[in-house]
T-cell receptor, first 116, second 111 residues
């Protein structure tokens, strides 16, 4: 149980284009989803927290107009990187917390974004 | 906000030996401490966790200890195997329900 999927697993896009990453909880309902960014050999940095049906809460320093997050259902959240630039290249990981879950979060496999 | 320090950053052990990774945290309100294992190119996987009302928890070869007074917690892996090789992250959930991750420890188990 508690499986989280991400799609795509990797994507290459040109500078200036937008990319959408999907995060799905496959066997549970996720009231809260988290989006992280991870640079090579570094830790996970929380970008934003989204609750189903409400606007995401962004961490300080994260541009909400650049990283659009939508959590329209209890099993799906999306992260759209708008007008991507090479510095947006990174490993993006989502996690989900289920109904009644106080702390436990389950991570997706990550999406490797490369902007050329 | 919460600050989590993790040591060592790299750790090499012989197969069969034990490995210990330590983390310290700053927010005394933190009350949940998970440990994650991340293999190359994959997302983190929860391997063990501990809540603030417990001092130790064990699951087969993996154990976690928590010292609330000193604000540190440790991951212990016994009888290490090559498949234990990965990056391990500690984390702490703070008073505002926010999680802060440690900087990671790259564990290499030498056959």
């Amino acid at each position: 149980g508690a499986v989280v999927s991400q799609h795509p697993s990797w994507v290459i896009c040109k500078s200036g284009t937008s990319v959408k990453i999907e995060c799905r909880s496959l066997d549970f309902q996720a009231t809260t989803m988290f989006w992280y960014r991870q640079f090579p050999k570094q830790s996970l940095m929380l970008m934003a927290t989204s609750n189903e049906g409400s606007k995401a809460t962004y961490e300080q320093g994260v541009e909400k107009d650049k990283f659009l997050i939508n959590h329209a259902s209890l099993t799906l959240s999306t992260l759209t990187v708008t007008s991507a630039h090479p510095e947006d290249s990174s490993f993006y990981i989502c996690s989900a917390r289920g109904l009644g879950g106080a702390y436990e979060q389950y991570f997706g496999p990550g999406t490797r974004l490369t902007v050329t | 906000g919460e600050n989590v320090e993790q040591h060592p950053s790299t750790l090499s052990v012989q197969e069969g030996d034990s490995a210990v990774i330590k983390c310290t945290y700053s927010d005394s309100a933190s009350n949940y401490f998970p440990w994650y294992k991340q293999e190359l190119g994959k997302g983190p996987q929860l391997i063990i966790d501990i809540r603030s009302n417990v001092g130790e928890k064990k699951d087969q070869r993996i154990a976690v200890t928590l010292n609330k007074t000193a604000k540190h917690f440790s991951l212990h892996i016994t009888e290490t195997q090559p498949e234990d090789s990965a990056v391990y992250f500690c984390a702490a959930w703070g008073g505002y329900q926010k999680v802060t991750f440690g900087t990671g420890t790259k564990l290499q188990v030498i056959p």
